[in-house]
């Protein structure tokens, strides 16, 4: 089946500073779409970031996202953390065998004055 | 825009009792979800719907029932609460399957004493 990796369960960094959140995946199956979603305390998770297309750029709300299906991942940077960049973040997938929207464990960060 | 209604939003009950949680969509989406999140384990699927009527059990189903009677509306049944439970159960949409961008819900947390 699909599976998604979260390396970091929980990324401390100062404010101002760049972020790297980790996102490595493993499917039999093609792949359809990736995502990072992002969950700010006591909301809903909503969408950050959506990427179907190897090697091309995704940005948005200044995070940024390639997908390298040669290496299986699919990291999430910013450059410079903000202090309300603060939440949980989850890497998902959706591949052909499935259907189904797999998600990492999730990545809390915490950006510190 | 829309939004995802889930009620209630806290539940507390006993062990061995049957729980229903609500959820309503004014999107108009075709596919409905109920996942389960417990901190470091992401979210889990537990059932998904494509269209009213319609059940399909994701991998986290045994111990659960499910019911989409309406399209704008999706239940989730904990058959046996298990004692010293607690996780948040979210509903979430999307227009056709996971491919497209899941819409959440904000959660109802769910304790077992």
């Known amino acids: 089946g699909d599976s998604v990796t979260q390396t970091e369960g929980l990324v401390t960094v100062t404010e101002g500073l760049p972020v790297k959140l980790n996102c490595t995946y493993q499917?039999?199956?093609?792949?359809?779409?990736f995502f990072w979603y992002v969950q700010y305390l006591n909301e809903a998770p909503q969408v950050l970031l959506k990427?179907?297309?190897?090697?091309k750029r995704t940005e948005h709300q200044g995070f940024h996202a390639t997908l390298h299906k040669s290496s299986s991942s699919f990291h999430l940077q910013k450059s410079s953390a903000q202090l309300s960049d603060s939440a949980l973040y989850y890497c998902?997938?959706?591949?052909?065998?499935?259907?189904?929207?797999?998600f990492g464990s999730g990545t809390q960060l915490t950006v510190m004055p | 825009g829309g939004i995802i209604t889930q009620t209630p939003k806290f539940l507390i009950g006993q062990e061995g009792q049957k729980l229903t949680l609500k959820c309503q969509q004014n999107?108009?989406?075709?596919?409905m979800y109920w996942y389960r999140q417990d901190s470091g384990k992401g979210l889990r699927l537990i059932y998904y719907s494509i269209t009213e009527n319609d059940l399909q059990k994701g991998d986290l189903s045994e111990g659960y029932d499910a019911s989409r009677e309406k399209k704008s509306s999706f239940s989730l049944t904990v058959t046996s609460a298990q004692k010293n439970e607690m996780a948040v159960f979210l509903c979430?949409?999307?227009?056709?399957?996971?491919?497209?961008?899941?819409?959440f819900g904000s959660g109802t947390r769910l304790t077992v004493l």
């Open positions: 979430a949409s999307s227009i056709h399957r996971a491919a497209e961008t899941l819409y």
């Open positions: 998902a997938l959706t591949s052909s065998g499935s259907w189904q929207l797999i």
């Open positions: 990427s179907s297309t190897d090697n």
């Open positions: 499917t039999t199956y093609l792949t359809i779409a």
């Open positions: 999107f108009n989406h075709d596919t």
